[in-house]
């Protein structure tokens, strides 16, 4: 396996609370990602880290936040959850070499449901 | 965002028949993943096409990216049960972005 793993697998939380959703690699990829995942809209891009302290926004980062401290973690944060938020959640590490993304190594995921 | 549509959404069909699923944008893409997805888990890359009119084989799996690199296709023969799962395609733009189609969701019945 390619060493990724997120936490947790579920998670059930109430409108307004924080959230946090750690993934973790030990493959020591420089470049990690969060995915948001629902029906009808594919897998779609919320932040993505370039190396430790290095991060960015994708399509959907409205209402997230994300760290990247050590190479081999990426949180993302929900500051206050809405129901909107309720989605699976993936994490990816890439591989790349140059100006090429070799491809991604997803995380099993993270079923987030805001009541 | 750059729209990667995927046809058919929904396929189910009999174990040995043949199929082909579509993926197509308006947008040129430098290089186009197809992954399979299996309930609970992740995405799983199984190939990446990178020149217009490229075509890679995969066992069964016969992945064709378009001479223009805005479409691609997937054809798998002789399907089988586990070949189930939704296949997602995603292009990669000159930004080192992939951006992901909503997947085909086929199922093989035994």
């Known amino acids: 396996d390619a060493g990724i793993t997120q936490s947790p697998r579920h998670k059930v939380t109430e409108t307004g609370t924080p959230v946090t959703l750690r993934c973790h690699q030990t493959?020591?990829?420089?470049?990690m990602y969060w995915y948001r995942q629902d029906p009808g809209h594919g897998l779609r891009l919320i932040h993505y880290?370039?190396?430790?302290?290095?991060?960015d926004k994708g399509e959907v980062s409205d209402g997230y936040s994300v760290s990247r401290s050590k190479t081999e973690d990426f949180l993302l944060t929900l500051e206050s959850a809405t129901s909107s938020q309720t989605s699976v959640y993936f994490c990816?590490?890439?591989?790349?070499?140059?100006?090429?993304?070799?491809?991604?190594?997803f995380g099993s995921g993270t079923r987030l449901t805001v009541v | 965002t750059q729209l990667l549509e995927q046809s058919p959404q929904f396929l189910s069909i009999q174990e040995g028949e043949n199929l082909t699923v579509y993926c197509n944008s308006s947008?040129?893409?430098?290089?186009l993943q197809w992954y399979r997805q299996e309930p609970g888990e992740g995405p799983v890359l199984l190939v990446t096409?990178?020149?217009?009119?490229e075509v890679k084989k995969l066992k069964r799996l016969t992945f064709q990216f378009g001479d223009a690199r805005k479409d691609s296709s997937l054809h798998i023969t002789a399907a089988q049960p586990g070949d189930t799962g939704l296949y997602l395609c995603?292009?990669?733009?000159?930004?080192?972005?992939?951006?992901f189609g909503t997947g085909t969701s086929l199922t093989v019945i035994p």
């Open positions: 947008s040129v893409f430098s290089s």
């Open positions: 990816a590490i890439s591989e790349t070499r140059g100006n090429s993304n070799y491809g991604y190594t």
């Open positions: 995603a292009g990669e733009n000159t930004g080192n972005q992939f951006y």
């Open positions: 880290s370039y190396g430790v302290k290095d991060t």
């Open positions: 493959e020591n990829h420089r470049y």
């Open positions: 096409v990178v020149t217009g009119g």
